[in-house]
């Protein structure tokens, strides 16, 4: 059950299948996932979203697709977005994430969970060693 | 201002000066970070972490240590522990982070979030070829 | 499934039937949704909890009905509560908010996210003009 | 204590300049807040940011400035984004927001933050009435 | 720095100066902590706010003090409550919590902060057995 | 739908079976939850998963059993971990909470939500009183 109800007929507005289109090709498959479809309840959301998805995501960039993916399932998991984890899941290992790539990368988000709620509980200070503008 | 008092002679507990000895050999470093010190309060704590985080992050694995530093930020900024953040930070850099690698990976964690919120939002339903167990 | 057993006959009970009826009076409306039945497994947590909602959100206040369920809906999306997505989502649709004002509410929550996630990483100094005990 | 380090002479690049003339011009300012000028470590990240920012905050839209402003604040403060929190209040104030309003935004976040908790933990059954696509 | 600004003279108010006696009554002391003088920027949050508190952390209930104390540590933790950890963890040494007790409870917030986010991104199907309304 | 596949035959990996006969033999029962099951898809998680829950929950410790089980209910509340909220509630009850303490372990976590909220909205200095190092 979803807030918004996709378009019945999304690719009657031209803005809607030029956006698809463009995932179409990008991606080179022909499906559309649902969360553009319901992201399309809104012309300007679907646009923005699919322009910095593309942007970052869908394009060469210093990181590599692989571990941009599994940068962005670290953040989902943390958000706990139940889609987001599993379209990026999905993704990274079209990108070739391993399953020992993907144990050791929820090993990370676990331990950092953990310490995370350890300093936030304790708050230390922060040491000056790890200050980027004196070491600069 | 911290919830917990450091020890003011922590290395005079041979458990305590354990693992400090331990961090000092694995770092290759005569610096224990404050973290540390006010983990020491509680020794069974102070073992534990330490254990953990010498286990996964200061060991060869399947990724390696700069991805793994650089998933740990990921995690750290959307738990929001300014402690960890900065140690991590500071960590990855050491590890050979660059600036640009540094603001790729906000980039990546401000998108994420973004459409990690449009995604709780909306709640569109997950597709079936995202499926694991289907696709295994 | 849910973690509580809602009372099978939940208007034996005195104090959750003034609850209930109180809610069909202010609402207008003979439809008791899942949430009250559930929160009446405790009569104490039921009689607060309606109080609270009534008295902020079914009563005539400063901000309109519309902007205060508006509200709502961005804190719960924030806090990732899937029943109270969908159930102001439903209330501020009630109160009259258009499929333009939710695109726009869904863009401000995106947003939002994206440099709260930014400046969480970073951490800029807070910058004095915004200090209100300054400025007062 | 930051993560990253401003730019010692930011305008001297034309890119930098350029946001920076834009949000001068736009916000009717002199002052270039903190979080630019650390954001302008990454041109990149400033450009989108300011993008995204001024087209939806700083534009005329559906919804109105100061009520735009105060669903920036609910997310901020359910994000716990401490530079969030301080300049959206103060934007919201320079929109017109009064105290009145401001304590009742803030009554209204502690409510909804209340009962997100309580339905989180009870997991109530979605009540099929508020579903979108049912009821269009 | 802080987003409001408490009363300078709040005990001129008749309605903040009932509060202001309830706390030092009730806590038999003479202090009032900075939260209270800041929510009294607006008169209803305070009062709500006190009645809360007092009616559950202040009176005699099922559980005892010191649990009631360690419980709301767990949550300000997890949210991340800078000042609520603190006031809390006073409050709960008051009551009794031994450093003993303080270093335990942290670890079971560690604990639990690792296994929610693995079980976060894994989502394993929730156990029938688990289920208050089939056993019950 | 879970992001990961359980082993088709998980005993026949001896280290998962010593694992699964542990909590078989801890837990006095014959039944191996989803989660373990899921876990073994990667068997350092589950052993340091299993290892870490052991020593913890289900070893005499400091605190009894029902308060660690209870604290973990509200970390995991906080955290929005649909399964942990089920399996900890499940396990509360097991070691004798009440409904009565259900309902007011409910109560708090709302509570302590909400003054959260209101605390990480307004940011009011942290008094010098709550300084465990002043007041050791």
Known sequence: MSTV???TDPESDPRIKAVFDDIRTTRQTDTINALWHYL???????????????GLMATE?????KTKEMLYIAVSISNNCDYCVHSH?????????TDAEHGELLRIVALASKTNALANAIKPPVDAVFDKERTA
């Open 61 to 65: 960039t210093t990181l590599d697709f």
């Open 89 to 97: 899941t999905a993704a990274a290992r079209a990108r070739g994430m």
């Open 40 to 54: 399309a309840f809104d012309t300007a959301v679907l646009e923005e979203t699919w322009r910095d998805v593309k």
């Open 5 to 7: 109800s996709p378009p």
